[in-house]
Every structure is written in structure tokens, then in C-alpha cells.
Nanobody, 124 residues
Framework: QVNLVESGGGLVQAGGSLRLSCAAS????????MGWFRQGPGKEREFVAA????????YYADSVKGRFTISRDNAKRTAYLQMNSLKPEDTAVYYC?????????????????WGQGTLVTVSS
């Protein structure tokens, strides 16, 4: 059974940093691309970042480019999202997700497993 568990969310002041983690189990983590999404209050879920199986290829949403860094440790079966220079508009529940094929990251149905989410609140 595929299982993704996010952690690391919390309350932070604008300009601060947080590091989210996504612990994976139930599948061969190193074979799969991974990514992060977020859903702010009253908003639709939006893509944040994706990383291929090796970590060599990465893609970011324009809204987080230069501030967020996605990474992975295949030995630890964990994906990360380092968030710097946080803004109040980054407030959201952040979700980890598994991608069936990196080249299809813009296709909604290519994301086939989701965690329960972790809440990030950025105060002004």
C-alpha cells in the first residue's frame, strides 16, 4: 500500500523558513518522480514543484521559483521542500504526491498518490 506522510509544517513569520518532509512507504521510492502541491484557504490545489527519480531534473511553479527548493534522499525514502523567504500568500496545506511519469507532470491524472497534507501558516 502506497503511503506518503508529510511533516514539518507550522507557523512562521514572513521572511522565515520551513523545511517540509515527505516520508514514503509501500513502493520503490527511488523509481518514482515526486512533487509538492498546496491548497490555500478558499483556493484550488496548485502545483508547487516536481523532481525526477534521481533529483537531476526539477521544475518549479513561477510563484515559488528562487525561494523554494525540492530535493530527495532515495536512501531515506524521503522528499523535501525547503521554503525560504516565506510570504503570507504561501499559507496553505502542503501535499506530497507521487508522479507516474515526469514528462506528464502537467497532467492532473499523472499524480497517483497523495499524502494527508501539512499546514503552513505564514504571518505578516
Amino acid at each position: 500500500q502506497v503511503n506518503l506522510v508529510e511533516s514539518g509544517g507550522g507557523l512562521v513569520q514572513a521572511g522565515g523558513s520551513l523545511r517540509l518532509s515527505c516520508a514514503a512507504s509501500g513502493f520503490t521510492f527511488g523509481d518514482w518522480p515526486m512533487g509538492w502541491f498546496r491548497q490555500g484557504p478558499g483556493k484550488e490545489r496548485e502545483f508547487v514543484a516536481a523532481i525526477n527519480w534521481s533529483g537531476a531534473t526539477i521544475y518549479y511553479a513561477d510563484s515559488v521559483k528562487g525561494r523554494f527548493t525540492i530535493s530527495r534522499d532515495n536512501a531515506k525514502r524521503t522528499a523535501y521542500l525547503q521554503m525560504n523567504s516565506l510570504k503570507p500568500e504561501d499559507t496553505a496545506v502542503y501535499y506530497c504526491s507521487r508522479l507516474s511519469k515526469y514528462s506528464e507532470l502537467h497532467q492532473g491524472n499523472a499524480w497517483d498518490a497523495w499524502g494527508q497534507g501539512t499546514l503552513v501558516t505564514v504571518s505578516s
